[in-house]
């Protein structure tokens, strides 16, 4: 079975400052995927960054990047120069494929807020 | 990004109706749509996975017949929650997988709250 485990419930940053979001994973499968998405008040879920199993290299989109430490099945969240509009859940997500079907399986979320 | 429209984005109905929800992915061909619900405060739990042209997969512990799911073209999939109780209120999210992509693409969702 997949799990998805984020142990922060909510986290504050100052303004400008950088936040690491932390998840760690299970599983057994040996190609799967990481996701990070935002979650702002309004309910949508907006995707943020991904991470494939066998990238070797850390994502980064803009000012996201994805620490991905496979041996210790993490793929922690770094936001840097947070802005007030970072103020939101994030949720972390793995993706795999059982019967040839991809499903995914999302942790319980991050609440940040950004302090001014 | 690719697009993904719900819709109602909300909707009350009384205790014991039915309630359709529409998912649509407007710029691209979804063969795949997944259907999840959201508690306040919770994590998406997935509900069950619709296919185009073919049944859906149900998660374990989703009543099928409770919570229809039709995927009649490669840019609809409907959820109708049929007879619908107090205990189905919740925030209802799908989302697409554009088969060029690998990231799935959510609709804005549909709240729904049943009176």
């Known amino acids: 079975a997949q799990k998805i485990t984020q142990t922060q419930p909510g986290m504050f940053v100052q303004e400008k400052e950088a936040v690491t979001l932390d998840c760690t994973y299970d599983?057994?499968?040996?190609?799967?995927?990481l996701f990070w998405y935002k979650q702002p008040s309004s309910g949508e879920m907006i995707f943020l960054i991904y991470?494939?199993?066998?990238?070797?290299q850390n994502a980064t989109e803009g000012r996201y990047s994805l620490n991905f430490q496979k041996a210790r099945k993490s793929a922690n969240l770094v936001i840097s120069a947070s802005q007030l509009g970072d103020s939101a859940m994030y949720f972390c997500?793995?993706?795999?494929?059982?019967?040839?079907?991809?499903?995914?399986?999302f942790g319980i979320g991050t609440k940040l807020q950004v302090i001014p | 990004g690719a697009v993904v429209s719900q819709h109602p984005s909300w909707v009350i109905c009384k205790s014991g109706t039915s309630v359709k929800i529409e998912c649509r992915s407007l710029?691209?061909?979804?063969?795949?749509m997944f259907w999840y619900r959201q508690f306040p405060k919770q994590s998406l739990m997935l509900m069950a996975t619709?296919?185009?042209?073919?049944?859906?997969?149900?998660e374990q512990g989703v009543e099928k017949d409770k919570f229809l799911i039709n995927h009649a073209s490669l840019t609809l999939s409907t959820l109708t929650v049929t007879s619908a109780h107090p205990e189905d209120s919740s925030f209802y999210i799908c989302?697409?997988?554009?088969?060029?992509?690998?990231?799935?693409?959510f609709g804005p969702g549909t709240r729904l709250t049943v009176t």
């Open positions: 989302s697409a997988r554009d088969p060029g992509q690998i990231e799935q693409y």
């Open positions: 599983t057994s499968d040996q190609s799967y995927g």
């Open positions: 991470q494939g199993s066998y990238d070797e």
């Open positions: 997500a793995m993706s795999t494929y059982s019967g040839g079907y991809q499903k995914v399986t």
């Open positions: 710029d691209f061909q979804a063969t795949t």
């Open positions: 619709s296919n185009e042209g073919s049944k859906a997969t149900y």
